[in-house]
Every structure is written in structure tokens, then in C-alpha cells.
């Protein structure tokens, strides 16, 4: 199994037989088999995290309620956000903030460290916003 993580369109990622869940590029990362992950590197949907973890993955099955933060986002939500602090060089803060869905041309004029972290954020929450007005479905909507 290898984590992977959409960087572009819609993956339809099978929960089981009867239910297929969307993944987008605001979507957590998840694990698939190392055939579909390079099959979607190949055709640059996604990128990989993590190739054959040694540890069992964990499914979204699988998380508990004790596995949710305070916040109530599950834990995979978590591992998207990038560390950054002020102390990190311009040039790395800024690889961050576009990785966080920051426009690469405005970022790349910005000159201060202040301008290129308030961009990270503003990605972040565009992004969790994102994520929270994704359509629920199940089985029953695809009838």
C-alpha cells in the first residue's frame, strides 16, 4: 500500500463495492495499491507521501472517535498541513505556500517572510473550506 495525495481533478477512490467516495486536491491523503499509485503519478493525478509504509495503514474505516482532534477534523486532515515558522528561509516558506494552494505568480513577489505566512494561511483555510463543502453521497445517490 502507498499514501498517496490528489494533486489534480477528481479520483474516485472505491470505499468498498457500493460506495465510492471523491477525492480532490483538498481531500486528506489516503492509501492505495502501489499499481494505482503509480498509475496515478504516471498520469500526474496524484503524488506519493509515503511508498510501502511498514506500518498497517489506518482507512478511513478505521479511525475511532478517539482518533478525532478537538476541533472534530479527522486525522488525516492533519498530516496535509505544512510545518512553517519564521525562522525557515523565504525561499522555503514560499515552496510551502504554493504547495498549500497559493498563487505561484503572487508568491513569487512577495519579499517578506510576514506576507508569504499570512499567503500559507490563507491557502490552508481556503483549503479547509474547500474541503467542507464537498457533497456527502452514498450508494443511494448514484441510482
Known amino acids: 500500500m502507498t499514501l498517496i495525495k490528489i494533486i489534480n481533478g477528481i479520483y474516485g477512490y472505491h470505499i468498498n463495492e457500493a460506495v465510492v467516495e471523491p477525492k480532490t486536491a483538498s481531500s486528506p491523503a489516503f492509501y492505495v495499491d502501489d499499481k494505482e499509485a503509480e498509475r496515478l503519478v504516471e498520469l500526474k493525478v496524484a503524488r506519493i507521501i509515503e511508498p510501502n509504509p511498514e506500518v498497517a495503514p489506518v482507512q478511513p474505516d478505521d479511525v475511532t472517535e478517539d482518533d478525532e482532534t478537538e476541533s ?65 453521497v452514498d450508494a443511494a445517490d448514484f441510482v
Do not use: C, H, W
Open 72 to 136: 472534530g477534523t479527522d486525522v488525516f486532515e492533519e498530516s496535509d498541513k505544512a510545518d512553517y515558522n519564521e525562522s525557515m528561509k523565504l525561499d522555503d516558506l514560499k515552496k510551502i505556500a504554493i504547495d498549500a494552494g497559493a498563487s505561484k505568480n503572487k508568491v513569487k513577489k512577495m519579499r517578506t517572510k510576514k506576507e508569504v505566512i499570512a499567503a500559507i494561511e490563507t491557502a490552508q483555510e481556503k483549503a479547509a473550506g474547500k474541503q467542507e463543502a464537498l457533497p456527502q
